[in-house]
């Protein structure tokens, strides 16, 4: 399975400019992250100020055996033992800065409809929360600004000065490989580079106080991603098949599969896509499933030294703390 990821080596970090690498995540027999395979020779610009991740997605669209080689070669390093060690390395989202807002389908798992709807009459609420039970007839679609996105490891901020009710969103992340529009359904998987992990955090009454979903979703360090894409075609027989978790302070939240969505991911790219072009690099999160603070009964928020964990099945774990 090949896992790519963005990452600076730990000496660089202390310069005012550290460069972003690219690099193969190897595992061992039992997953388990030991080092990385540096990939910045496929891409000879070393400008510190370019997104080598998007490089690497836009030199695929076009080299179909790239991604071969990258697999052979990162078989090959971990064979050899020749690598980076992971402790020498701090992981970054995959793409750290994505060119464009990170895409979002709201209200895509029936469960979490169902709790929300219960918890309307005693919680915060807010505008997208009035219909209850009715389920969406198309995908509803909203974005988050590109810079809340963060790392595997960062701090989620508390913004306690503005929200009392920060929340958690594990999503199955798709990230785009090549441009496209006007996608058929049959055809939409093969329009994408890989998957990853991300967090929707989400500030629930922003929500309701500005009556739409941006500001709620847009806060800085509120959409952490990562560790790693994996390539599409490696989840490509049970990608609708996934196991979704999410932990606080190791306290199970969220236990459900992507099967429960109500749209699947060649439905939202297809909708998306009409009349509307995606590029390469472009990510669209794919909801939620239940188990939210919000619904909880008592509701619970995120709260400052909360450590935050989300597993998706063959993916990884991405971990953040909130501060």
């Not at 836009?58 to 070669?73: P, V, Y």
């Not at 963060?150 to 009710?165: L, Q, R, V």
């Not at 800085?220 to 979704?244: F, R």
């Not at 990884?316 to 703390?321: A, E, F, T």
């Amino acid at each position: 399975m090949l896992r790519l990821v963005s990452f600076l080596h730990k000496s660089s970090n202390l310069s005012p400019k550290p460069i972003s690498a690219v690099g193969s995540l190897l595992v061992d027999h039992v997953g388990n992250p030991v080092g990385l395979m540096d990939l910045n020779h496929f891409e000879e610009d070393k400008n510190p100020e370019n997104n080598r991740m998007l490089q690497l997605i836009d030199k695929t669209s076009k080299e179909r055996r790239l991604l071969s080689e990258i697999r052979e070669q990162s078989a090959d390093a971990l064979k050899r033992r020749s690598f980076i060690p992971i402790s020498d390395v701090i992981l970054q989202a995959p793409i750290p800065v994505p060119r464009r807002n990170v895409m979002c389908v709201g209200k895509n798992y029936k469960d979490h409809i169902k709790e929300v709807a219960a918890a309307i009459d005693t919680n915060v609420g807010s505008s997208h929360m009035s219909t209850g039970m009715e389920l969406p007839k198309y995908p509803q679609f909203f974005s988050k600004a590109s810079n809340a996105v963060i790392g595997p490891n960062e701090i989620i901020e508390s913004h306690s000065k503005i929200t009392k009710w920060l929340d958690y969103e594990a999503e199955l992340a798709v990230v785009i490989g090549q441009k496209c529009r006007d996608v058929e359904r049959e055809k939409a998987m093969d329009c994408i580079f890989g998957y990853t992990i991300a967090n929707d955090i989400t500030a629930r009454d922003l929500q309701k106080k500005h009556n739409q979903w941006f500001k709620g979703k847009s806060l800085d360090t509120t959409c952490p991603m990562g560790p790693c894409i994996v390539v599409a075609s490696d989840l490509s027989d049970n990608v609708m098949d996934l196991s979704v978790k999410l932990w606080v302070n190791n306290e199970i939240r969220q236990n459900s599969r992507t099967s429960n969505m109500i749209f699947d991911i060649a439905e939202i790219i297809h909708q998306l896509s009409s009349g509307f072009t995606l590029y390469p690099g472009d990510i669209i999160l794919t909801g939620t499933p239940e188990g939210v603070g919000f619904a909880m009964k008592p509701p619970r928020t995120l709260q400052s030294g909360d450590n935050v964990e989300i597993e998706i099945e063959h993916i990884g774990r991405l971990i953040n703390k909130v501060h």
